[in-house]
């Protein structure tokens, strides 16, 4: 029986992966945001988990606009860093566990959740930047074998919140079922409050950041009544990202440990945050 161990939250905004791929984290715009980060890479290189689930949106980079799953699975051995206009990022190809995708995948069916097979995918931003932000030194290769799964947030209609919230309750499901591994991390990446283009851009909203840094802890479900006018009204038409941090949350116990949050305006465009949590049972 497999065992989610620790969710993490994190903005996946393109130009913090460029920072660190061309050596600039130490640079005055962004050393305060890297900073932000150290006690939680230090706790999880310690903890390590035998494979992590990662739930992110691609932008047009490995897939088309002209066709947009709602939600997605990749069952493949191996991801291809998807070259987004300036090559592909100087980081490792990111290897995958199609055991454990093709297990989530017949158990999420079984529970109504119709997910679109990638059965060859390039990974963008959505995917690298976070496994970055967990990993700045990878090496040779990422710390552990990942599964991608996919949300649509870039094309009306995007699924509800209270969708990504009970599929992430049913990924737990499937993880406690499953005897190929041991322990589970499971990302929930994008956000928070940003918003690209059109009469808003440039929008970033503290105070609706706040209010979802607080709820995701203990108040999910507030999270999950919201709909998807609230998220995009309240963080921006690029902050209904977010939606894809209540994956990681469904995924999670009731009660779970912060271990670490940092919350820093701006990072390119984007009100950036990372939380991190300990989902193992008080007594481990
Ligand atoms: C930015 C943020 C994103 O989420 C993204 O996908 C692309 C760019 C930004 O802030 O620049
Ligand atoms: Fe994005």
């Known amino acids: 029986m497999a065992e989610v161990i620790w969710g993490l939250a994190t903005s996946h905004v393109p130009s913090i992966g460029a920072a660190m791929d061309r050596g600039k984290t130490q640079e005055p715009y962004w050393k305060p945001l890297f900073d932000g980060y150290r006690p939680a890479r230090e706790w999880l290189a310690r903890h390590t988990p035998d494979v992590a689930i990662v739930i992110y949106n691609d932008h047009a980079n490995g897939v088309d606009l002209d066709i947009v799953p709602t939600f997605g699975i990749g069952t493949a051995d191996r991801y291809q860093v998807a070259d987004e206009g ?88 499937a993880i406690a079922g499953y005897d190929g591994v041991r322990t589970v991390g499971i990302l929930g ?71 670490h949050s940092t919350y820093h305006v701006p990072a390119s465009n984007t009100a950036a945050a990372l939380a991190l949590y300990d989902n193992r049972p008080v007594a481990a």
């Open 189 to 259: 990446t994008g956000g928070m409050s940003h918003q690209l283009a059109g009469a808003r851009a440039g929008f970033i909203n503290p105070q609706f950041d706040r209010m979802f840094l607080d709820a995701i802890e203990d108040e999910p479900e507030k999270l999950a009544a919201l709909t998807r006018e609230d998220y995009i009204r309240g963080a921006g038409s690029e902050g209904i990202e977010l939606i894809m941090w209540l994956v990681m949350r469904g995924a999670m116990r009731e009660r779970v440990r912060r271990v």
């Open 86 to 173: 300036f090559g592909r990022r100087p980081v490792p190809e990111v290897v995958g566990c199609p055991e454990l995708s093709l297990h989530l995948l017949d158990r999420l069916m079984d529970e109504g959740f119709d997910l679109t097979v990638f059965q060859e995918l390039d990974v963008d931003h959505g995917l690298t930047v976070p496994l970055s932000i967990w990993t700045p030194q990878p090496g040779e290769s990422w710390p552990c074998p990942v599964v991608p799964l996919l949300v649509n947030v870039v094309m009306y209609p995007q699924p509800t919140a209270a969708r990504c919230f009970a599929l992430g309750q049913a990924i737990g499901r």
